[in-house]
């Protein structure tokens, strides 16, 4: 859909092509993906986080015939994490997430924080079980 005031120029050609290439890429299928059936009746769906990026840019030189004298770049990129897996089995869904490697320290110490959680409770149990006595 083109604007009505929209100056027709070969960066918006660019950009337009740009998009619809991202368009052919990421679509609901990427994001949901196909049933996947097991042998033992089991069915799997796979769901996918999509980020992308988009850029682009481009000048025309000199007056006479721009059209003739535009450079211009675009660029676009993809990213695609699996999320889960809906399971679905005898009737009953479930969710079964997919562990992603913790990338940062900031990542680590927030997977560790129930792990450190549940020391520290069994440490106070223990002592109120001792105090008790």
């Given at each position: 859909m083109d604007h009505p005031m929209e100056k027709k120029s070969p960066l918006n050609d660019m950009m337009r092509a740009t998009m619809?290439?991202?368009r052919e890429m990421v679509d609901t299928n990427t994001i949901v993906g196909?049933?996947?059936t097991t042998p033992d009746g089991v069915t799997l769906i796979p769901i996918s986080k999509v980020s992308f990026g988009f850029g682009s840019g481009g000048?025309?030189?000199g007056k006479t015939s721009p059209k003739e004298n535009f450079g211009g770049g675009s660029a676009a990129g993809v990213k695609i994490?699996?999320?889960a897996?809906?399971?679905i089995k005898d009737g009953a869904t479930r969710v079964l997430p997919v562990a992603v490697p913790p990338v940062s320290t900031v990542d680590r110490v927030v997977?560790?924080?129930p792990d450190i959680m549940d020391k520290v409770e069994k440490y106070f149990d223990k002592k109120q079980e001792k105090e008790a006595l």
């Amino acid at each position: 859909m083109d604007h009505p005031m929209e100056k027709k120029s070969p960066l918006n050609d660019m950009m337009r092509a740009t998009m619809e290439k991202i368009r052919e890429m990421v679509d609901t299928n990427t994001i949901v993906g196909q049933p996947i059936t097991t042998p033992d009746g089991v069915t799997l769906i796979p769901i996918s986080k999509v980020s992308f990026g988009f850029g682009s840019g481009g000048g025309d030189y000199g007056k006479t015939s721009p059209k003739e004298n535009f450079g211009g770049g675009s660029a676009a990129g993809v990213k695609i994490d699996p999320v889960a897996f809906l399971v679905i089995k005898d009737g009953a869904t479930r969710v079964l997430p997919v562990a992603v490697p913790p990338v940062s320290t900031v990542d680590r110490v927030v997977e560790m924080v129930p792990d450190i959680m549940d020391k520290v409770e069994k440490y106070f149990d223990k002592k109120q079980e001792k105090e008790a006595l």
